[in-house]
């Protein structure tokens, strides 16, 4: 048998652990096919590198889900789970709050549920979101500028950045790719995830919904690290483990239909 054969059939293997059991690591896999950390460590970076998975430290998560698509073709995709998401998140929300609604189709649910005569000032770079809340007579809305990243599908650039600067919002509903309890959140565009990370540091907490398929998984860039001031909004069926890593990490779980 040759090598490139067996190289092909480890790769394979690695593929499914992945769609099996989420995370690999390194030493694991080399265990388990007699041979190097060096070699398994080679694999996964050609794999991440054809975007067959995502390096993390000690191994790899699978890639996000959806990773090719816009905002508005993520908008059709299981919406009645998202709006489910939506209910649970919307109630944190308070009169006279201060919230950043992030890009993400959860985030629009999120503003199309907020009630018209709420008196909350929301922030937002993504003209849908904004478009959701013009009618809403309670909601003092800032859209923030800048040319509009039609593949986040809000405006992410050095002028949306400067103006988030001048922020300081209660909450942030911050849209994520992936979600780790080790890899943490993470996005698809590096521009994005920049935005991402300056608008977390400038929010006093963050709020992030999530449905079960970015569990588990990772995008390239970096957002921020699972810690005690995120609150994480799952499904009801979000598989037990996902949510036992996320509060080991200090985070405040929610579940969708009302449980803690």
Do not use: W
């Not at 993390?56 to 995709?77: C, D, F, K």
């Not at 039609?150 to 103006?163: C, E, K, L, N």
């Amino acid at each position: 048998m040759s090598g490139e054969l067996l190289l092909r059939e480890r790769k394979t293997l690695i593929q499914e652990r992945l769609k099996a059991h989420g995370r690999v690591l390194a030493a694991d896999l080399a265990a388990e096919f007699n041979v190097s950390e060096d070699t398994i460590r080679r694999d996964l970076r050609e794999m991440a590198a054809a975007g067959l998975c995502e390096r993390v430290y000690g191994g790899a998560l699978p890639v996000v889900p959806a990773a090719n698509s816009t905002l508005s073709e993520r908008i059709a995709m299981a919406p009645e789970r998202k709006a489910a998401l939506a209910r649970a998140a919307v109630g944190m929300i308070e009169p006279g709050m201060t919230v950043f609604l992030d890009a993400g189709s959860t985030n629009l649910a999120i503003a199309q549920l907020i009630e018209p005569d709420l008196p909350v000032t929301v922030v937002t770079n993504t003209p849908l979101i904004a478009a959701a809340l013009m009618e809403k007579a309670g909601v003092d809305l800032i859209l923030l500028g800048g040319p509009l990243n039609r593949a986040v599908g809000a405006a992410v650039s050095a002028r949306a950045q400067r103006d988030a600067e001048l922020l300081r919002p209660d909450l942030c509903f911050l849209g994520t790719c992936g979600a780790d309890a080790a890899a943490g959140l993470t996005a698809i565009h590096f521009e994005d995830a920049e935005f991402k990370r300056l608008i977390a540091s400038r929010s006093r907490r963050l709020v992030v919904a999530i449905t079960s398929d970015k569990l588990g998984t990772a995008a390239a860039h970096g957002i921020v690290d699972i810690d005690d001031r995120v609150a994480l909004v799952l499904e009801g069926d979000a598989p037990a483990e996902h949510r036992a890593a996320f509060e080991a990490m200090g985070a405040d779980v929610r579940m969708a239909g009302g449980t803690r």
